[in-house]
């Protein structure tokens, strides 16, 4: 395995070319500007202060210009008086210190001289307007980019022009009030990027509106973008579409917030390729605390092989998977603490261990070992959602972080997910398998921990517990750790004897705007004396391996086919059951026929029921299993694939099965709505799923969005909170009556 750190052997080799130093002089370059300017803020806002006492004792405009000026208190000294064709015919002091600090006299001259190119249209349009009206009473309020004596400072002013009308002439009075918000200056700019034009980094500037103001020459380099193509538009145009909303949503929080931003963006180059840059974001503050402008240096790092630009990466992400590392994970919990305690909501960290892969790298090598790591890295990038993060904390530990608020059912269905991602086989290239098993531990910010050691900590000492009482996952709970770890293994035995298992049905619907009820899944619940209400996760791995799931899984059928008899007796129409059915129960050779006794018992016909095996089961019963599947096919019974997506089997290989349905994985789902790789995804396994006379049902639907698109790919059946969480049998009921009923309680 690849464990040395070249950050400490090759540091020296590479130090005059370090992009991390350049950086960091540059950062200390940008804030020597930013304590200019906020010198000049403060002069900008004594004016500022002037100008609203001018603006609180006057502001009428049908008074002579004498009359205006004798009234301005004395202090108050930037204005202008110009004619018709704008010639100055009157300057006060301040205004003379302000455009002509030493120079010739104001007076005499034309405005234009001292206004800023762009702005000199506004101007003209401003005097050609008063001219037209020839008279009063017209006042306008502009704000005008004015050129300072040296010209090199432009400065934005919040103008109030107003035409006086004196004898037979028309004067224009110009009253003037620096703004505070006026951002670097051309001439700033101009000089920052001097200063940066041999740099290896690309510098950015944008106004406070976001709007780019200048880039330099490494920034065209990187991008393709010139100055040109750049001043004046939104950043997004580099735009690749790989960063979601969510994404967006945190950065410009964390930007808002804490003033700057440090990481990874995917952006889009002139030529159309994506590129993988580093970025580090600052905000310019004003004295009001007002941002004023960004300031943003950037690194190219898709092509991680030049050895300066893999030590800019080595810091922050693992040598061997690419992932973020323990450094970069901790910086992304302290934005997302940033973001949630702003937004009063919660996130959740889940530490991940693989059991024993210690003897792995012992028997096998460390060749393999590595393999191994890459393909969990792999697998659980896919798992998650794209705004999530997954970083390699240590030689066999991951952690994920799911940024979004997710509730307690979420996070245990996403470690679900990730336990059935990381449960498939790993092909390794001398044809062998290998199977791992992990270990999963979760930690919600702020109740398990409100700074990021702790959460992190609590996280890890969850997965020890989790180990501890031979459990998947399980949640940080104060002190549970050090209680005797119960023998859930045998509990599940007695689980059944004393009725602490019970049923939850979810509803499948069509996607159309009838949302006609076509069936259910059935869910296991176990109610447990002490431990609670515990979900499938926690005890169905244990009850799969002990075995207790043969009758576990027989105890579920028999409870939900005699549940539709009574349901059908209660006059509910013709509805399909989905029941979930592990490997081990495959393995009884009686399987089927029992399964026909059961339908048989209740009068259910066998096209009512569906049985969901996972993809990653489906693919080890490819071989033996065939058999015992086609024979349930014989009888009618409807076979489905669970959670298809996520195990990384061919379509064509699942296709010899006999299989009547592919359920899409909630991970493609969950994305559907912001991400366009997510929707293809979906598109392509409906449109392969018809072409070979399958139906889709897609689980984890949980907005409008996502079934809007699910509904036009032509998805043909969706099952989710947005149209039912996981209900009681009565509360199923009454929740599917025709019309006329009262809407259940959900569970
Ligand atoms: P599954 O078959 O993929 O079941 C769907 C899971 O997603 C359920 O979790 C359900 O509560 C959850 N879910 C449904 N709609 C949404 C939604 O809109 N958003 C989110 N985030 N989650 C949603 P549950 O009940 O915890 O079940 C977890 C897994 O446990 C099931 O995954 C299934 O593989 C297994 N399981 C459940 N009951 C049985 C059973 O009777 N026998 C066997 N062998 N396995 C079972
Ligand atoms: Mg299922």
Redesign the pocket.
Same mark, same amino acid.
């Given at each position: 395995m690849n464990t040395a750190t070249p950050m400490a052997t090759s540091a020296g080799a590479v130090k005059a070319t370090s992009p991390r130093r350049n950086l960091a002089t540059l950062q200390r370059q940008l804030f020597i500007y930013a304590q200019d300017l906020r010198d000049l803020m403060e002069q900008q806002a004594l004016l500022q202060r002037r100008y609203q006492l001018v603006l609180q004792s006057h502001g009428r405009s049908n008074q002579s210009a004498d009359v205006l000026l004798d009234a301005i208190p004395k202090s108050i000294d930037a204005y202008l008086v110009t004619d018709s064709q704008g010639e100055i015919v009157r300057a006060s002091p301040g205004a003379q210190r302000a455009f002509a600090s030493g120079g010739p006299e104001l007076k005499g001259k034309f405005i234009w001289q001292y206004i800023h190119w762009s702005h000199l249209e506004i101007v003209t349009t401003l005097l050609a307007k008063f001219v037209g009206v020839g008279a009063t009473g017209a006042v306008e309020q502009r704000k005008l980019v004015l050129l300072d004596s040296t010209m090199q400072r432009d400065i934005i002013y919040d103008a109030l022009v107003m035409p006086v009308r004196k004898l037979d002439r028309l004067e224009m009075f110009w009253l003037l009030s620096a703004e505070v918000q006026s951002g670097l200056s051309d001439i700033e700019i101009q000089k920052l990027m001097l200063m940066s034009s041999d740099c290896a980094e690309g510098l950015l500037i944008c106004d406070a509106s976001g709007l780019v103001r200048s880039v330099n020459p490494a920034f065209s380099r990187i991008t393709g973008y010139s100055a040109s193509d750049m001043v004046g538009e939104n950043p997004r145009l580099l735009s690749s579409g790989r960063q979601d909303a969510d994404f967006y949503r945190s950065y410009w929080t964390y930007l808002t917030d804490a003033g700057s931003w440090t990481g990874e963006f995917f952006n889009r180059k002139k030529n159309g390729h994506i590129y993988a840059e580093w970025k580090s974001v600052r905000a310019v503050k004003n004295e009001r605390d007002e941002t004023v402008s960004y300031i943003s240096a950037i690194v190219d790092i898709t092509h991680r092989d030049s050895e300066a630009q893999q030590l800019a990466n080595l810091a922050y992400h693992d040598s061997l998977t690419g992932l973020p590392n323990r450094r970069l994970l901790e910086d992304r919990l302290t934005q997302a603490m940033v973001i949630a305690s702003r937004e009063a909501s919660n996130f959740c960290v889940m530490y991940i261990d693989l059991d024993k892969f210690k003897p792995i790298n012992d028997e096998f090598g460390h060749q393999v070992g590595d393999l191994v790591l890459l393909e969990v890295s792999a697998r659980l990038q896919a798992t998650v959602r794209h705004s999530d993060m997954v970083a390699r904390v240590g030689g066999d530990e991951f952690v994920i972080l799911l940024q979004s608020p997710v509730n307690d =059912?979420?996070a &245990?269905?996403?470690a679900?997910s990730v336990l059935?991602a990381l449960s498939a086989p790993i092909q390794l290239p001398d044809g062998k398998v290998l199977s791992i098993s992990v270990s999963m531990g979760g930690a919600r910010y702020p109740i398990d921990g409100d700074d990021v050691p702790t959460l992190l900590q609590n996280a890890d000492a969850a997965m020890y517990g989790a180990k501890r009482f031979g459990l998947d996952f399980s949640f940080f709970e104060t002190g549970s750790i050090v209680h005797p770890a119960p023998d859930l293994g045998f509990e599940i035995w007695k689980a059944l004897e004393r009725q602490e298992l019970y049923? @939850?049905y979810?509803p499948q619907v069509t996607p159309d705007k009838s949302r006609t009820v076509r069936g259910c =899944?059935? @869910?296991?619940?176990w109610k447990h004396a002490v431990f609670g209400d515990l979900?499938?996760?926690t005890f169905?791995p244990i009850a =799969?391996r002990n075995g207790a799931?043969v009758a @576990?899984?027989y105890w579920?059928l028999e409870t939900a086919c005699q549940q539709l008899s009574q349901w059908q007796a209660g006059g509910l129409p013709d509805l399909t059951l989905s029941?979930?059915?592990?490997s081990r129960?495959l393995q009884d050779p009686q399987f089927a026929e029992r399964v026909g006794q059961i339908l048989l018992a209740h009068g259910i016909k066998p096209s009512s029921l569906e049985l969901?095996i996972?993809e990653a089961d489906a693919m080890q019963y490819l071989q033996d299993g065939r058999s015992r599947l086609s024979q349930l096919r014989e009888m009618a019974v409807k076979i489905a694939i669970?959670?298809f997506g996520s195990g990384y089997s061919s379509l064509s290989r699942l296709a010899s099965l006999p299989i009547h349905r592919l359920?899409i994985d909630?991970s493609f789902v969950r994305d559907l709505a912001q991400s366009g790789e997510a929707r293809a995804i979906s598109d392509c396994f409906i449109g392969v799923a018809a072409a070979m006379g399958m139906q889709v049902t897609a689980?984890?639907? =949980?907005s409008e969005a996502q079934m809007e698109v699910l509904a036009s790919q032509g998805c043909n059946l969706v099952?989710? &909170?947005?149209t039912g969480?996981?209900m009681s049998a009565e509360a199923f009921l009454s929740w599917a009556l025709p019309s006329g009923q009262q809407p259940p309680e959900r569970v």
């Open positions: =059912e979420d &245990y269905s996403i679900s059935s049923l @939850l979810q =899944e059935v @869910l296991l619940r979900f499938p996760l169905i =799969e799931i @576990l899984g579920v029941v979930n059915i592990s129960q969901e996972s669970d959670d359920k909630q689980g984890g639907v =949980e099952q989710g &909170y947005l969480k996981p």
